[in-house]
Every structure is written in C-alpha cells, then in structure tokens.
Nanobody, 127 residues
Framework: QLQLVESGGGLVQPGGSLRLSCAASGFTLDYYAISWFRQAPGKEREGVSCISSSGGSTKYADSVKGRFTISRDNAKNTVYLQMNSLKPEDAAVYYC????????????????????WGQGTQVIVSS
C-alpha cells in the first residue's frame, strides 16, 4: 500500500518547538518533491513548505519563514518539518503530500500535482 504517514504533532506552548515527520511506505520519496500543508478549523488548507526531490531547494510560506525548516533524509524515506517559535495561529492539522514534479518553484505550496497525501497530524499551540 502506497501511503504517507505524518507524526510528531501534539500540544506545545507558544514559543515552543515541534518536529513533524512524514514517512513513506510502499514507494520511495527520492523522486518526489514533498510539501507540508496545514488546515485550521474553518479555514482553507494552505501550503506551508516544500522541499525538492534532491533536497537542494526549499520554499516557505511567508507566515513561517525563519521559524520552520524543512529537510529530508532519503535514506530513511522521511521528510521533516522543524517548527520553532510556534504561535497560536500555527495550530492546525498538518499534512504532507508528494509530487512527482520534483521541484518546488512553481506549485510547491499549492495542491496541484500532489499524488499522495498523508492523513494528517494535529498541532495545538496553547498555554
């Protein structure tokens, strides 16, 4: 079965950190750009970050630049999203998605061309 599985969500205080993981099973992520999206209650899903298949380029939404870092370990078939200085407005269900378009520059933060999606992991930012 081809799937992406997110993990690492949870409850964190404002200013805290979390690291999300996106692991693939049934296929290799080597040739896919991986994007992270999030969806808060009552809001549309938005693109947060993207990393190219090689890991050589990344893209971030303005709202998370300087606070979030995306990385990948192809040997582990996993992509990570390190989230620092979390704010209440970062609270959402976070999803990862894989695109065979291996770069992020055009559609990295859009839902276009995403073949696989994970089930999501919830992040709660609250004191």
């Amino acid at each position: 079965q081809l799937q992406l599985v997110e993990s690492g969500g949870g409850l964190v205080q404002p200013g805290g950190s979390l690291r999300l993981s996106c692991a693939a099973s049934g296929f290799t992520l080597d040739y896919y750009a991986i994007s992270w999206f999030r969806q808060a209650p009552g809001k549309e899903r938005e693109g947060v970050s993207c990393i190219s298949s090689s890991g050589g380029s990344t893209k971030y939404a303005d709202s998370v630049k300087g606070r979030f870092t995306i990385s990948r370990d192809n040997a582990k078939n996993t992509v990570y999203l390190q989230m620092n200085s979390l704010k209440p407005e970062d609270a959402a269900v976070y999803y990862c998605a894989a695109s065979p378009v291996g770069y992020c520059s055009v559609s990295g933060l859009s839902e276009e061309s995403k073949n696989y999606w994970g089930q999501g992991t919830q992040v709660i930012v609250s004191s």
